[in-house]
C-alpha cells in the first residue's frame, strides 16, 4: 500500500523569503501524480501544483515549484516570495495512474504560518 | 462554472443520533468522491461513486455510515448512530471520469461534523 509522510507539523516563514515543505512517499509503483493541496480556514482543498512521475523535470507554477526525486521517493514544495496569502495548512497526495480507482492518499499536513 | 458544493457547513450532534451531508458535485462530473478529515491526519477516503455505482468503498466503516449517489448526481453520506471518533471534517469531491484524469480533483468546503 501507498503510503505518504510529510514530517514538519509546523513551518514558519517571512514575508516575501522562501520555504520548502518535505514530503516522501512510498510506493512500488512506477507511473503515478504527486500533488501539493493547500488548505486554508474555508477548509476548502485546492490543489497548488502538480507531478507526473513519468516527468523528469519538475513542476513550476508561478512562485510554487517542486524538487521531485523520484528514486529517493521525495516530493518538496518550494514557495518563493511568501505572502501572508501562503499561509494554510499544505498536504502532500499520492494517486496511482491506473486503475478505476484514483483515490488521493494523503499525508499528515505541514501547517505554514507568515510572518509579516 | 460552479464548485462543488456542500451542506450544512456545521453540524453537532449526540452520540448515537444520525446525521446526514449532502453534497451536488460539478455539472458533468461521473466521479464524486467522500473524504473525512479528522484533526491533526489527511484525508482518508470513504467511499468513491462512478455515476451512481460505488468503486471503492473499502474503508467505509459500513456497520454505520451509507452513502448514495442516486441519479448519478448529487450524493447522500449518512451517519447513524453516531460516535465520538466520528468528529471530523467531511469533504466531497468530484472528477470529469475517474480514468481518465491527469489532475486533481475539485473540493467542496466540507462539513464540519462534531459528535458530543
Known amino acids: 500500500a501507498q503510503t505518504v509522510t510529510q514530517s514538519q507539523p509546523e513551518m514558519s516563514v517571512q514575508e516575501a523569503e522562501t520555504v520548502t515543505l518535505s514530503c516522501t512517499y512510498d510506493?512500488?509503483?512506477?507511473?503515478?501524480?504527486l500533488f501539493w493541496y493547500k488548505q486554508p480556514p474555508s477548509r476548502q482543498m485546492i490543489l497548488v501544483i502538480r507531478?507526473?512521475?513519468?516527468?523528469?523535470q519538475n513542476a513550476t507554477e508561478n512562485r510554487f515549484s517542486v524538487n521531485f526525486q523520484k528514486a529517493a521517493k521525495s516530493f518538496s514544495l518550494k514557495i518563493s516570495d511568501s505572502q501572508l496569502g501562503d499561509a494554510a495548512m499544505y498536504f502532500c497526495?499520492?494517486?496511482?495512474?491506473?486503475?478505476?480507482?484514483?483515490?488521493?492518499?494523503f499525508g499528515t499536513g505541514t501547517l505554514l504560518a507568515v510572518q509579516p | 462554472e460552479a464548485g462543488v458544493a456542500q451542506s450544512p457547513r456545521y453540524k453537532i450532534i449526540e452520540k448515537r443520533q444520525s446525521v446526514a451531508f449532502w453534497c451536488n458535485p460539478i455539472?458533468?462530473?461521473?466521479?464524486l468522491y467522500w473524504y473525512q478529515q479528522i484533526l491533526g491526519q489527511g484525508p482518508k477516503l470513504l467511499i468513491q461513486?462512478?455515476?451512481?455505482?460505488?468503486?471503492?468503498d473499502s474503508q467505509l466503516p459500513k456497520d454505520r455510515f451509507s452513502a448514495e449517489r442516486l441519479k448519478g448526481v448529487d450524493s447522500t453520506l449518512k451517519i447513524q448512530p453516531a460516535k465520538l471518533e466520528d468528529s471530523a471534517v467531511y469533504l466531497c469531491?468530484?472528477?470529469?471520469?475517474?480514468?481518465?484524469?491527469?489532475?486533481?480533483?475539485?473540493f467542496g468546503s466540507g462539513t464540519r461534523l462534531t459528535v458530543v
Open positions: 507531478q507526473e512521475a513519468y516527468k523528469q
Open positions: 510506493t512500488s509503483e512506477s507511473d503515478y501524480y
Open positions: 469531491a468530484s472528477t470529469p471520469d475517474a480514468s481518465r484524469i491527469s489532475g486533481g480533483y475539485t
Open positions: 497526495a499520492y494517486r496511482s495512474r491506473g486503475g478505476a480507482t484514483n483515490k488521493l492518499i
Open positions: 461513486f462512478q455515476n451512481n455505482g460505488v468503486v471503492d
Open positions: 455539472s458533468g462530473h461521473a466521479t
